[in-house]
Antibody, heavy 119, light 108 residues
Framework: QVQLQESGPGLVKPSETLSLTCTVSGGSISNYYWTWIRQSPGKGLEWIGYIYYSGNTNYNPSLKSRVTISVDTSKNQFSLKLNSVTAADTAVYYC??????????????WGHGTMVTVS | EIVLTQSPGTLSLSPGERAALSCRASQSVSSSYLAWYQQKPGQAPRLLIYGASTRATDIPDRFSGSGSGTDFTLTISGLEPEDFAVYYCQQYGGSPWTFGQGTKVEVK
């Protein structure tokens, strides 16, 4: 069974770069899309962006200028970098797998989430 | 941006009762691109329904999804104790992908 685990600093200073990694275990990162989502009390659930295992990306336009998502297939990991952070970026960050089928799309496997505070 | 408005904000029901949760989109959304998630305190969201009406793996058949265009509904046919949680709809039809603000189903 595929499992995801987020890792990275829980505290980031304003104007610096937030960096998180998601490790995929129990399955291969290949042939899937992988995504980052965050959740804050003020903004609810917010989709950040996704990456295909081949490296193609798609970002939320509201964050596009500050976000980079990358993948390392050799380590079965993908990563998030969000630069120039402010207090508004304080949230629980989730990584998730995106499945694309003939019926529809969905985030079918999620990590437990990691709290990141900007202060 | 497609805005998803969920109603009611809170639903107070007893175990065994039927719950109907609404998700209304500001623009038409293809049924293929509408999903529902359940979230319990301290946990990540869990996929319930995708393609508006297809249950995800291992989801009990008391959960059902319906709707099209701008109006979608998640129905729980008989609430079990473990079903009291927050439910979110999400659309993948327009960029950016967006979530509703959630409906909390609480014990009456």
């Amino acid at each position: 069974q595929v499992q995801l685990q987020e890792s990275g600093p829980g505290l980031v200073k304003p104007s610096e770069t937030l960096s998180l990694t998601c490790t995929v275990s129990g399955g291969s990162i290949s042939n899937y899309y992988w995504t980052w989502i965050r959740q804050s009390p003020g903004k609810g659930l917010e989709w950040i962006g996704y990456i295909y295992y081949s490296g193609n990306t798609n970002y939320n336009p509201s964050l596009k200028s500050r976000v980079t998502i990358s993948v390392d297939t050799s380590k079965n990991q993908f990563s998030l970098k969000l630069n120039s952070v402010t207090a508004a970026d304080t949230a629980v960050y989730y990584c998730a797998r995106l499945v694309v089928t003939a019926i529809g799309r969905a985030f079918d496997v999620w990590g437990h989430g990691t709290m990141v505070t900007v202060s | 941006e497609i805005v998803l408005t969920q109603s009611p904000g809170t639903l107070s029901l007893s175990p065994g009762e039927r719950a109907a949760l609404s998700c209304r989109a500001s623009q038409s959304v293809s049924s293929s691109y509408l999903a529902w998630y359940q979230q319990k305190p301290g946990q990540a969201p869990r996929l319930l329904i995708y393609g508006a009406s297809t249950r995800a793996t291992d989801i009990p058949d008391r959960f059902s999804g319906s709707g099209s265009g701008t109006d979608f509904t998640l129905t729980i046919s008989g609430l079990e104790p473990e079903d009291f949680a927050v439910y979110y709809c999400q659309q993948y039809g327009g960029s950016p992908w967006t979530f509703g603000q959630g409906t909390k189903v609480e014990v009456k």
